[in-house]
Protein backbone atom coordinates (compact mmCIF):
# COMPACT_ATOMS: atom_id res chain seq x y z
CA UNK A 1 0.00 0.00 0.00
CA UNK A 2 2.67 2.21 0.60
CA UNK A 3 3.41 2.45 -3.07
CA UNK A 4 -0.07 3.96 -3.69
CA UNK A 5 1.42 7.09 -2.14
CA UNK A 6 4.14 6.97 -3.63
CA UNK A 7 2.94 6.55 -7.10
CA UNK A 8 0.92 10.11 -5.84
CA UNK A 9 3.91 11.89 -4.50
CA UNK A 10 5.55 11.98 -7.89
CA UNK A 11 2.14 13.45 -9.96
CA UNK A 12 2.69 15.97 -6.88
CA UNK A 13 5.92 16.33 -7.81
CA UNK A 14 5.78 16.75 -11.69
CA UNK A 15 3.60 19.50 -10.96
CA UNK A 16 5.79 20.91 -8.31
CA UNK A 17 8.67 20.74 -10.76
CA UNK A 18 6.57 22.33 -13.93
CA UNK A 19 5.89 25.23 -11.29
CA UNK A 20 8.94 25.88 -10.97
CA UNK A 21 10.38 25.73 -14.28
CA UNK A 22 7.58 28.65 -16.09
CA UNK A 23 9.15 27.93 -19.86
CA UNK A 24 8.55 24.41 -19.55
CA UNK A 25 5.20 24.64 -18.37
CA UNK A 26 3.97 27.14 -21.28
CA UNK A 27 5.37 25.22 -24.01
CA UNK A 28 4.09 21.70 -22.36
CA UNK A 29 0.64 23.50 -22.86
CA UNK A 30 0.48 23.76 -26.79
CA UNK A 31 0.19 20.04 -27.34
CA UNK A 32 -2.68 19.55 -25.02
CA UNK A 33 -4.66 22.60 -26.40
CA UNK A 34 -4.11 21.31 -30.14
CA UNK A 35 -5.42 17.63 -29.28
CA UNK A 36 -8.34 19.41 -26.56
CA UNK A 37 -9.57 21.45 -29.67
CA UNK A 38 -9.59 18.81 -31.71
CA UNK A 39 -11.35 16.40 -29.49
CA UNK A 40 -14.10 19.37 -28.49
CA UNK A 41 -14.88 19.37 -32.65
CA UNK A 42 -14.99 15.74 -33.21
CA UNK A 43 -17.32 15.08 -29.68
CA UNK A 44 -19.71 18.37 -30.46
CA UNK A 45 -20.06 16.71 -33.99
CA UNK A 46 -20.89 13.02 -32.49
CA UNK A 47 -23.11 15.16 -30.12
CA UNK A 48 -25.31 16.88 -33.22
CA UNK A 49 -25.56 14.27 -35.42
CA UNK A 50 -24.71 10.67 -33.54
CA UNK A 51 -28.69 10.24 -33.75
CA UNK A 52 -28.27 10.52 -37.93
CA UNK A 53 -25.55 7.89 -37.54
CA UNK A 54 -27.40 5.56 -35.52
CA UNK A 55 -30.31 5.33 -37.72
CA UNK A 56 -28.33 5.35 -41.09
CA UNK A 57 -26.75 2.19 -39.46
CA UNK A 58 -29.70 0.42 -38.54
CA UNK A 59 -32.09 0.40 -41.25
CA UNK A 60 -33.60 -3.01 -40.64
CA UNK A 61 -35.46 -0.98 -37.27
CA UNK A 62 -37.62 1.20 -39.68
CA UNK A 63 -40.32 -0.26 -39.15
CA UNK A 64 -40.12 -0.79 -35.90
CA UNK A 65 -43.50 0.33 -33.97
CA UNK A 66 -43.29 2.89 -30.96
CA UNK A 67 -42.16 3.72 -28.76
CA UNK A 68 -39.54 0.51 -29.57
CA UNK A 69 -37.77 2.33 -32.35
CA UNK A 70 -37.15 5.51 -29.92
CA UNK A 71 -35.94 3.53 -27.33
CA UNK A 72 -33.69 1.10 -28.88
CA UNK A 73 -32.18 4.04 -31.64
CA UNK A 74 -32.03 6.11 -27.99
CA UNK A 75 -30.13 3.52 -26.58
CA UNK A 76 -27.84 3.19 -29.01
CA UNK A 77 -26.95 6.92 -29.42
CA UNK A 78 -26.10 6.90 -25.81
CA UNK A 79 -23.85 3.87 -25.67
CA UNK A 80 -22.00 5.64 -28.94
CA UNK A 81 -21.58 8.58 -27.29
CA UNK A 82 -20.37 7.21 -23.99
CA UNK A 83 -18.30 4.80 -25.16
CA UNK A 84 -16.32 8.17 -27.92
CA UNK A 85 -16.27 9.67 -24.26
CA UNK A 86 -14.04 6.66 -22.27
CA UNK A 87 -11.98 6.56 -25.78
CA UNK A 88 -11.33 10.29 -25.36
CA UNK A 89 -10.62 9.78 -22.17
CA UNK A 90 -8.22 6.95 -22.91
CA UNK A 91 -6.51 8.50 -26.19
CA UNK A 92 -5.89 12.15 -25.31
CA UNK A 93 -2.56 11.41 -23.75
CA UNK A 94 -1.43 9.25 -26.34
CA UNK A 95 -2.53 11.83 -28.68
CA UNK A 96 -1.25 14.68 -27.14
CA UNK A 97 2.04 13.26 -26.66
CA UNK A 98 1.95 12.12 -30.57
CA UNK A 99 0.89 15.76 -31.18
CA UNK A 100 4.04 16.90 -28.91
CA UNK A 101 6.43 14.57 -28.78
CA UNK A 102 9.29 17.20 -29.52
CA UNK A 103 8.24 19.46 -26.75
CA UNK A 104 7.68 16.28 -23.89
CA UNK A 105 10.85 14.85 -24.81
CA UNK A 106 12.69 18.46 -24.26
CA UNK A 107 10.96 18.32 -20.31
CA UNK A 108 11.27 14.85 -19.86
CA UNK A 109 15.11 15.37 -19.92
CA UNK A 110 15.49 18.72 -18.57
CA UNK A 111 13.47 16.13 -15.60
CA UNK A 112 16.56 13.61 -16.28
CA UNK A 113 19.09 16.41 -15.69
CA UNK A 114 17.48 18.48 -12.77
CA UNK A 115 17.69 15.38 -10.71
CA UNK A 116 20.56 13.09 -12.00
CA UNK A 117 22.94 13.07 -9.45
CA UNK A 118 25.69 13.66 -12.42
CA UNK A 119 23.06 15.94 -14.45
CA UNK A 120 22.86 13.89 -17.40
CA UNK A 121 19.48 12.93 -19.37
CA UNK A 122 19.67 9.29 -20.97
CA UNK A 123 19.49 9.88 -24.66
CA UNK A 124 18.16 7.58 -27.46
CA UNK A 125 20.43 8.24 -30.71
CA UNK A 126 17.61 7.80 -32.82
CA UNK A 127 16.14 10.72 -35.48
CA UNK A 128 12.95 12.58 -34.62
CA UNK A 129 11.37 10.52 -37.12
CA UNK A 130 12.47 7.56 -35.65
CA UNK A 131 11.22 8.05 -33.10
CA UNK A 132 7.47 9.66 -34.27
CA UNK A 133 7.10 6.39 -35.55
CA UNK A 134 8.23 4.29 -32.38
CA UNK A 135 5.90 6.75 -30.31
CA UNK A 136 2.74 5.86 -33.21
CA UNK A 137 2.85 2.74 -33.39
CA UNK A 138 3.34 1.88 -29.53
CA UNK A 139 0.46 4.33 -28.76
CA UNK A 140 -1.79 2.68 -31.37
CA UNK A 141 -0.84 -0.63 -29.67
CA UNK A 142 -1.47 0.93 -26.16
CA UNK A 143 -5.35 2.66 -27.43
CA UNK A 144 -6.59 -0.90 -28.95
CA UNK A 145 -5.77 -2.64 -25.76
CA UNK A 146 -7.92 -0.12 -24.03
CA UNK A 147 -10.33 0.21 -26.40
CA UNK A 148 -11.09 -3.69 -25.56
CA UNK A 149 -10.94 -3.11 -21.64
CA UNK A 150 -13.41 0.16 -22.85
CA UNK A 151 -16.02 -2.53 -24.45
CA UNK A 152 -15.45 -5.20 -21.77
CA UNK A 153 -16.18 -2.69 -18.81
CA UNK A 154 -18.93 -0.85 -20.41
CA UNK A 155 -20.76 -4.51 -20.80
CA UNK A 156 -20.31 -5.19 -17.89
CA UNK A 157 -22.19 -2.37 -16.54
CA UNK A 158 -25.25 -3.38 -17.32
CA UNK A 159 -25.19 -6.08 -14.83
CA UNK A 160 -26.87 -4.77 -11.84
CA UNK A 161 -25.32 -3.20 -9.14
CA UNK A 162 -21.95 -4.02 -9.46
CA UNK A 163 -22.27 -2.38 -12.86
CA UNK A 164 -22.63 1.01 -11.41
CA UNK A 165 -20.36 0.34 -7.96
CA UNK A 166 -17.29 -1.70 -8.78
CA UNK A 167 -17.09 -1.23 -12.54
CA UNK A 168 -16.60 2.54 -12.85
CA UNK A 169 -14.11 2.16 -10.03
CA UNK A 170 -12.03 -0.42 -12.31
CA UNK A 171 -12.79 1.35 -15.25
CA UNK A 172 -10.34 4.24 -13.45
CA UNK A 173 -7.98 2.00 -12.15
CA UNK A 174 -7.72 0.63 -15.99
CA UNK A 175 -7.82 3.90 -17.25
CA UNK A 176 -4.98 5.30 -15.11
CA UNK A 177 -2.28 2.23 -15.98
CA UNK A 178 -3.26 3.05 -19.65
CA UNK A 179 -2.19 6.55 -18.97
CA UNK A 180 1.20 5.77 -16.95
CA UNK A 181 1.79 3.78 -19.65
CA UNK A 182 1.53 6.55 -21.79
CA UNK A 183 3.29 8.75 -19.61
CA UNK A 184 6.16 7.18 -18.75
CA UNK A 185 6.86 6.00 -22.72
CA UNK A 186 8.47 9.01 -22.99
CA UNK A 187 11.21 8.69 -20.27
CA UNK A 188 11.31 5.28 -20.99
CA UNK A 189 11.65 4.98 -24.80
CA UNK A 190 14.77 7.30 -24.84
CA UNK A 191 16.52 5.06 -22.65
CA UNK A 192 15.64 2.25 -25.19
CA UNK A 193 12.98 0.02 -23.40
CA UNK A 194 10.42 -1.46 -25.65
CA UNK A 195 6.81 -1.71 -25.34
CA UNK A 196 6.64 -5.25 -23.66
CA UNK A 197 8.99 -4.41 -21.30
CA UNK A 198 7.84 -1.22 -20.28
CA UNK A 199 4.57 -3.33 -19.72
CA UNK A 200 6.13 -5.88 -17.65
CA UNK A 201 7.81 -2.48 -15.40
CA UNK A 202 4.70 -1.44 -14.78
CA UNK A 203 2.95 -4.41 -13.74
CA UNK A 204 5.91 -5.35 -11.57
CA UNK A 205 4.47 -2.11 -9.10
CA UNK A 206 0.86 -1.99 -9.45
CA UNK A 207 0.12 -0.10 -6.88
CA UNK A 208 2.80 2.68 -7.31
CA UNK A 209 0.96 2.68 -11.16
CA UNK A 210 -2.39 2.93 -9.52
CA UNK A 211 -0.76 5.74 -7.41
CA UNK A 212 -0.02 7.95 -9.82
CA UNK A 213 -2.83 7.25 -12.72
CA UNK A 214 -5.26 6.64 -11.21
CA UNK A 215 -5.98 10.47 -9.72
CA UNK A 216 -5.15 11.56 -12.99
CA UNK A 217 -7.86 9.27 -14.81
CA UNK A 218 -10.25 11.20 -12.36
CA UNK A 219 -8.83 14.40 -13.27
CA UNK A 220 -8.52 13.77 -17.19
CA UNK A 221 -12.34 13.08 -17.41
CA UNK A 222 -12.35 17.28 -17.73
CA UNK A 223 -10.46 17.61 -20.80
CA UNK A 224 -9.88 21.61 -19.76
CA UNK A 225 -7.68 20.53 -16.18
CA UNK A 226 -6.25 17.29 -18.50
CA UNK A 227 -4.43 20.55 -20.70
CA UNK A 228 -3.05 22.16 -17.64
CA UNK A 229 -1.92 18.84 -15.34
CA UNK A 230 -0.08 17.49 -18.89
CA UNK A 231 2.92 19.06 -18.37
CA UNK A 232 3.29 18.12 -14.80
CA UNK A 233 2.26 14.45 -15.65
CA UNK A 234 5.06 14.01 -18.03
CA UNK A 235 7.38 15.23 -15.51
CA UNK A 236 6.01 13.38 -12.82
CA UNK A 237 6.10 10.19 -15.01
CA UNK A 238 9.72 10.44 -15.47
CA UNK A 239 10.32 10.20 -11.92
CA UNK A 240 8.41 7.69 -11.87
CA UNK A 241 10.23 6.01 -14.37
CA UNK A 242 13.55 6.09 -12.94
CA UNK A 243 11.89 4.67 -9.99
CA UNK A 244 11.09 1.36 -11.86
CA UNK A 245 14.27 1.52 -13.60
CA UNK A 246 15.96 1.93 -9.95
CA UNK A 247 18.03 5.11 -10.81
CA UNK A 248 19.21 7.56 -8.02
CA UNK A 249 17.51 10.43 -7.48
CA UNK A 250 18.46 13.96 -5.95
CA UNK A 251 16.11 14.65 -2.94
CA UNK A 252 13.69 18.44 -3.91
CA UNK A 253 15.70 19.67 -1.23
CA UNK A 254 19.03 18.81 -3.41
CA UNK A 255 17.54 19.78 -6.70
CA UNK A 256 16.79 23.29 -5.30
CA UNK A 257 19.84 23.99 -3.59
CA UNK A 258 21.30 23.32 -7.07
CA UNK A 259 18.60 25.51 -8.73
CA UNK A 260 19.99 28.17 -6.50
CA UNK A 261 23.40 27.88 -6.91
CA UNK A 262 23.05 28.04 -10.72
CA UNK A 263 21.05 31.54 -9.78
CA UNK A 264 23.92 32.79 -7.49
Known sequence: MRDLGVG????IKGQRWVARHGRQFGFGLLPGLITLVLYAAALTALALWGADFVAWATPFADDWSSPWLGLFRGLLTVVLFALSL??????????????????????????????????TAPESGLPLWRELWISGRDSLRIVLRA????????????????????????????????????????????????LRDRLALLRSRKTLVWGFGTPLALAFVIPFVAVFLMPGAVAGATLLARDLRGEETTGDDTTDRRQEDAVR
Do not use: H, N
Request: a negative charge; proline letters at 5%.
Open 86 to 119: LLAVVTFTAVTLLIGQPFYESLSEEVDRDVSPDG
Open 8 to 11: FGYL
Open 147 to 194: AVWGVLLFALGFVPVAGQTVVPVLGFFVTGFFLTEELTGVALQRRGVG
